[in-house]
């Protein structure tokens, strides 16, 4: 654990120059008419979970360098999690990728150990993307040729019997969202019927949509390409959407900001699909190429600021209530200090977004006013809302520099001595 009395000794240190700052940060606000309290309470309010897999290094095929200490366990995971909302105050989630946590029978305890932290479960996550272990509770099958979109029925039948029990383990948690991401595709033209896929993931999504509880959601998540190389089956957010309407009054869409080809407006996409009230979730993180899991904002902070302006559209000033969660891979980074930053740059322009005058906007856009609308929206983006991002963090009792706060109090040193120093996580 971090101590709270080791933050409380680092936040005394730095105060009378935050404070500065902030008194800076404030009066900059009030000539553009924005009222900074305003700003701070809600990134305050705002929290993003993390996710299970990616509290150890991350890899790819070719190769993974751990850096020792990772959690060895869920339980583990959920203290490094715990460690990183101290520090940020704005992590009180984690969101589990089944089977790699999967607390069994274990579920009551697991979710006790995290309610002891502060800590809740935010959506679930089904693999049916590889041969897992646990399938074989659901009948022994092969994903090779897909899930729910298999030809071989004993296939699909597996791949729904693992939903439903990622929604179960999900209720015992305390969980009300279920994301499904799909694998399933074709790598060759001609290898199989794009309809008769589609019609069978609809299908699927149906009967796993009918054990969720009244207040649970389901999520559809996109991906163009990856692992599938010619066709995926839910491969962009138009099929999302259908899937979603076909599915339930209640499916939603989850929005990976990496799952784009190169180009795509993707606020524009988040517009879209918050306009039909189908936008149930996010998958933070960015990419210059792919489905990179960079850490969000590090490549292109002002894409994440239109995406944070298009979710506050019409909102009043405060974040629809979504599944928000960090989807990264943290092959060089400390996983924890990966979480830190991205977390620091969803606020910052969450922040940011909420500085924007979005009266001033509406009618700079009415009167086909282009210099000037561009003029306001960068003019908010230009803000330096560090101030009111750290003041959020000092509210909620965590860091006002959480990176520096984590490396001071030697936390990986700790886990390294007691979990050692070839300790792996599962996950990604
Ligand atoms: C996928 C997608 C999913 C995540 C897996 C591990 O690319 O982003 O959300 O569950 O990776
Ligand atoms: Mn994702
Ligand atoms: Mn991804």
């Known amino acids: ?159 729904i019997e693992h939903n439903r029990y990622v929604v179960d383990l999900g209720i015992a948690l305390g969980s009300s969202a279920l994301t499904v991401w799909l694998a399933d595709g074709t790598n060759h033209p001609g290898q199989a019927s794009f309809r008769r896929q589609f019609e069978r993931v609809l299908d699927g999504l149906c009967e796993i949509d009918a054990h969720l509880p009244d207040d649970w959601v389901l999520l559809t998540e996109h991906k163009p390409y990856e692992p599938a190389f010619y066709s995926s089956v839910n491969a962009d957010w138009g099929t999302s959407l259908l899937l979603a309407q076909g599915t339930s009054v209640r499916a939603r869409c989850l929005v990976d900001l990496g799952h784009h080809l190169p180009g795509t407006n993707i606020e524009q996409v988040v517009s879209r699909l918050a306009m039909v009230g189908r936008l149930g979730g996010f998958h933070f993180n960015d990419s210059k190429y792919g489905d990179d899991d960079l850490t969000v904002g590090s490549i292109d902070p002002f894409r994440l600021f239109l995406v944070m302006h298009e979710l506050l559209e019409g909102t009043g000033g405060r974040l629809p209530d979504l599944a928000y969660m960090i989807d990264e891979s943290h092959n060089l980074k400390d996983p924890i200090e990966d979480l830190i930053q991205a977390t620091d740059a969803i606020q910052v322009a969450t922040a940011q977004a909420l500085c924007v005058p979005v009266d001033d906007l509406a009618d700079a856009q009415e009167a086909d006013d282009p210099a000037r609308a561009a003029s306001i929206l960068h003019g908010a983006y230009r803000n330096d809302v560090r101030p009111l991002v750290a003041e959020a963090r000092r509210r909620n009792g965590a860091a006002l520099d959480p990176l520096a706060t984590f490396r001071s109090v030697g936390y990986r040193a700790r886990c390294v001595a007691t979990r050692g120093s070839d300790a792996t996580a599962t996950g990604l």
Not at 32 to 37: F, L, N, Q, R, V
Not at 44 to 50: D, G, I, N, Q
Not at 123 to 148: C, E, I, R, W
């Open 1 to 159: 654990m971090i101590d709270a009395d080791l933050i409380a000794e680092a936040t005394g240190t730095a105060l009378a120059g935050h404070e500065r700052d902030l008194d800076h940060a404030r009066s900059v606000l009030a000539r553009t008419g924005i009222d900074a309290e305003a700003v701070a309470s809600e990134v305050a309010r705002f929290s993003v979970a993390a996710p299970s897999w990616a509290m150890g290094t991350g890899g790819t095929r070719f190769g993974r360098f751990p850096i020792g200490g990772e959690p060895r366990t869920t339980f583990e995971k959920i203290d490094d999690v715990a460690a990183l909302n101290a520090l940020t105050g704005a992590n009180r989630t984690i969101s589990l990728h089944v089977p790699w946590d999967d607390p069994g029978d274990a579920a009551p305890l697991l979710r006790a150990h995290a309610a002891e932290r502060g800590l809740g479960f935010d959506a679930m996550n089904s693999n049916t993307f590889q041969d897992n272990p646990s399938t074989t509770d659901h009948g022994k099958v092969s994903y090779k040729f897909g899930s729910l979109a298999a030809s071989d029925p004993t296939v699909r039948r597996a791949a």
